[in-house]
C-alpha cells in the first residue's frame, strides 16, 4: 500500500510540472502573439511590400500550381501575409500583417495596396511558434466590397476555403469552386490550401496613412491606381505568377 501511495504521489508530482510547463508554455507564446500585434512592432511598408515580393516568387517556383494561377488570373484582389505566426499548446492564436491589391480583371490593371492585419485563435494538437506565408484570392466583387471597411471576419462576413492546387486548367470558372476568397500557405517550401474560418481582418489606418501621407479609407485606397515605383516589383511578380496559368 505505502508503495502504491508513492508511486501515486510521483504521478501527481509529475502532472502538476507537466500542468505547469505547459500553462508556462502557452502563456509566452501567447505574449509572443501580444507583443507582435503591438503597433510598436508592425512592420514598415516597404517591409510589407518587399517580404510580399518574396512570398508570390516562392509560390511561383512551386509545382502544381495551375489552379492557383488560374484563379489569380481571374482575381478581383489579392491579400499577402508574409510571416502569419501561430504561437499555441493546444489552445493558442494567430497573426500576421500584411496588404491587399484589387485587381481589374478586363485590363490586369492593380490598385492600392491597402495595409491590414489578421488574428485568430486555435484549438486542437498543435505545440510550438509557426510562421506561414499566407496568399489570399478573391474570387468575385462581392468578396472584395467586404475589404472596403475596417473589419471582416472570414467565414461568417465572406465566405473563404482552402484553395484547390494542382494542374487543371481553367479552374477558375470551375462550378465546383463558389467562395469567394480562397487561401494558400507556403510552410518550409510546402504549397497547399489552408483553412482561415474564423479569422479577424483589420485595416492599418496607421500604416496606411504612412504609405499615402494622409487619412484615407480602405475603399478610397484600393481605387487608386498601384503606380508607385515601390509597388512595381510586386506587380511584376504577380503578373508572372498569372502566365503560370493554364490556356
Not at 475596417?150 to 484553395?163: E, Q, R
Not at 480562397?182 to 500604416?207: K, R, W
Amino acid at each position: 500500500m505505502n508503495a502504491l501511495r508513492c508511486v501515486l504521489e510521483k504521478e501527481m508530482v509529475f502532472m502538476k510540472r507537466s500542468f505547469a510547463m505547459k500553462a508556462t508554455i502557452l502563456l509566452l507564446a501567447l505574449s509572443l502573439l501580444a507583443l507582435l500585434a503591438m503597433p510598436a512592432f508592425a512592420a514598415t511598408p516597404n517591409e510589407r511590400i518587399t517580404q510580399s515580393v518574396g512570398v508570390i516568387r516562392d509560390l511561383s517556383s512551386q509545382d502544381d500550381i495551375e489552379t492557383m494561377a488560374d484563379l489569380v488570373k481571374s482575381a478581383r484582389g489579392v491579400v499577402i501575409i508574409p510571416k502569419y505566426i501561430k504561437a499555441a499548446f493546444g489552445i493558442g492564436g494567430a497573426h500576421g500583417e500584411g496588404l491587399i491589391l484589387r485587381r481589374d480583371a478586363a485590363t490586369n490593371k492593380w490598385y492600392g495596396p491597402s495595409f491590414l492585419s489578421i488574428s485568430g485563435a486555435s484549438i486542437g494538437l498543435q505545440i510550438g511558434v509557426q510562421s506561414t506565408a499566407l496568399l489570399l484570392v478573391i474570387d468575385n466583387d462581392k468578396g472584395m466590397e467586404h475589404f472596403y471597411g475596417d473589419k471582416l471576419k472570414l467565414g461568417a462576413d465572406v465566405d473563404i476555403a482552402a484553395g484547390p492546387v494542382g494542374r487543371s486548367a481553367g479552374a477558375a470558372t470551375d462550378i465546383n469552386l463558389k467562395a469567394s476568397i480562397y487561401s494558400y500557405s507556403m510552410n518550409e517550401g510546402l504549397f497547399a490550401g489552408f483553412s482561415l474560418s474564423g479569422s479577424l481582418m483589420s485595416t492599418d489606418h496607421d500604416v496606411n496613412a504612412s504609405y499615402w501621407g494622409s487619412s484615407l479609407n480602405s475603399k478610397e485606397i484600393l481605387n487608386k491606381r498601384a503606380t508607385a515605383a515601390n509597388i512595381q516589383p510586386l506587380l511584376s511578380v504577380l503578373n508572372n505568377l498569372i502566365k503560370r496559368a493554364g490556356n
